[in-house]
């Protein structure tokens, strides 16, 4: 499967854990966005990475949340001390190196569904 | 701040009819505009883009329309089928560096 690839699918905290979302973009893209969707709404941009750069994070949050996208491995969205609210769907997606106004796309991963107890 | 916006959160469409789905946004700067569709417990796929510079693109049953002095674009589905019914949303991007998304029309096509 040369998709985009995001683990675990499921994922259940008690609040105050931390949560590890890990996402493999698809082969020879190198660009990197993560996406939060809350229940009954729509995609929320949180972070965009390439290699080793964080290149807007306008979307997360100030605290507890942190992106990286190492030279080697795979994308990490880190959420530390989990609140219920954090509950939602987390997908991380891909676009090629020259991102997004070249291929007019990103592609999804099947997203990680975070639940806090 | 809710720069795209797709005001119906459901539609339901008889089989083999059109669909239309709306979108409207806010941002002058937005050059690029995109519809995903979603099923549940999956990830959106790309469904078909426009460029600013176009007014109409069509790729099979689906055609996209914008009207940037109106700031509103739509897609059309036609004929509808049942497989198309799914979560549509639209998107758009300035400057190349991120997606704003709406929060998506529910379509059911009925048969």
């Known amino acids: 499967n040369a998709g985009v690839m995001q683990n675990p699918r499921h994922l259940v905290r008690r609040r105050g854990q931390e949560a590890r979302l890990r996402c493999s973009p698809m082969?020879?893209?190198?660009?990197v966005y993560w996406y939060r969707q809350l229940p009954e709404e729509g995609l929320k941009f949180m972070v965009y990475?390439?290699?080793?750069?964080?290149?807007?994070e306008s979307g997360m949050p100030k605290e507890r949340f942190s992106a990286e996208f190492p030279k080697e491995g795979p994308s990490i969205l880190r959420i530390q001390q989990v609140v219920r609210g954090d509950s939602a769907a987390y997908f991380c997606?891909?676009?090629?190196?020259?991102?997004?106004?070249?291929?007019?796309?990103?592609?999804f991963g099947e997203g990680s569904r975070l639940t806090v107890l | 701040d809710q720069q795209v916006k797709q005001n119906s959160p459901s539609l339901s469409v008889q089989e083999g009819r059109i669909s239309i789905l709306n979108c409207d946004y806010t941002?002058?700067?937005?050059?690029?505009f995109l519809w995903y569709k979603k099923y549940p417990a999956e990830g959106p796929t790309f469904l078909i883009s426009?460029?600013?510079?176009?007014d109409k693109n069509e790729d099979g049953r689906f055609t996209v329309f914008l009207n940037k002095s109106a700031k509103h674009l739509s897609l059309h589905i036609v004929p509808s089928q049942p497989g198309d019914s799914a979560v549509y949303f639209c998107a758009a991007s300035a400057g190349a560096q991120k997606l704003v998304f709406g929060q998506g029309t529910r379509l059911t096509i009925n048969p």
């Open positions: 941002n002058s700067m937005f050059d690029y």
């Open positions: 990475l390439q290699k080793e750069n964080i290149i807007d």
């Open positions: 997606a891909s676009s090629l190196n020259t991102g997004i106004s070249n291929t007019g796309e990103l592609f």
């Open positions: 426009i460029s600013s510079i176009k």
């Open positions: 082969k020879g893209h190198s660009h």
